[in-house]
C-alpha cells in the first residue's frame, strides 16, 4: 500500500496520506486542518534524489547554512521594523537582502519596490503605487513574510492518514 505526500500551499504544510486501494492512487484528499485548503500531490522526500526544492522556490539554489544566516539576519530586521510608520531605507535595506539571495528569481514587482524605498520614498504612496496585498495587509510587509515563510521550507505533519478518511463527498 503506497503513502502519498500532499502539499497545502495555504498552510505551507505536507501531509502523508495512505491509499488502500490502486483507486485511490490519483484521488486528492481534503487538507486535515481545513478542508477549504488546497491540496497538491508531491513525490515523497525519498523518493527524491539529491536536494530537490518545491517548484518555483526563488530559494531553490542556497544551501541550508546561507539560508539558515539569511533568515537568523532578517529575523531582527523585520521584528524591527514598524509596520505603522515603517523607516523606507530600512525597509528598502531588509528587502534588498532577501532580492539579492533570490537573484534572478526575485519578482520584479519586489525589485522595483526596493529601488524606491532605498530612494526613500514613502511606502504608503508605494503601496498605492503597486496594490494592496492579500486580505488588506501592507504590501511590502505581507511579501517579506511570504518570501521568508518559502525559505523556511514547509512544516512537515507527523500523522500517517488514511487517504478514504479524507476524500470529498462524491
Known amino acids: 500500500m503506497p503513502i502519498y505526500e500532499f502539499y497545502c500551499p495555504d498552510n505551507h504544510k505536507v ?34 534524489l539529491g536536494n530537490a526544492k518545491e517548484e518555483g522556490d526563488p530559494f531553490a539554489d542556497m544551501n541550508e547554512a546561507g539560508m539558515e544566516s539569511l533568515m537568523e539576519g532578517l529575523a531582527g530586521e523585520i521584528d524591527g521594523l514598524d509596520e505603522e510608520h515603517p523607516d523606507p531605507r530600512r525597509l ?55 518570501l521568508a515563510r518559502l525559505a523556511r521550507g514547509p512544516q512537515r505533519d507527523p500523522k500517517l492518514y488514511d487517504l478514504a478518511n479524507w476524500l470529498p463527498p462524491a
Do not use: I, W
Open 92 to 146: 528598502g535595506h531588509c528587502l534588498r537582502r532577501l532580492t539579492d539571495a533570490m537573484g534572478d528569481k526575485a519578482p520584479p514587482m519586489l525589485r522595483e519596490a526596493v529601488r524606491r524605498l532605498e530612494a526613500g520614498e514613502d511606502p504608503e504612496k508605494l503601496e498605492a503605487d503597486l496594490g494592496e496585498g492579500a486580505e488588506g495587509d501592507d504590501l511590502l510587509f505581507a511579501e517579506v513574510k511570504r
Open 15 to 48: 501531509y502523508q496520506f495512505l491509499a488502500r486501494s490502486p483507486a485511490q492512487s490519483g484521488c486528492v484528499p481534503l487538507c486535515p486542518d481545513n478542508a477549504g485548503y488546497r491540496m497538491d500531490k508531491q513525490v515523497s522526500r525519498f523518493a527524491v
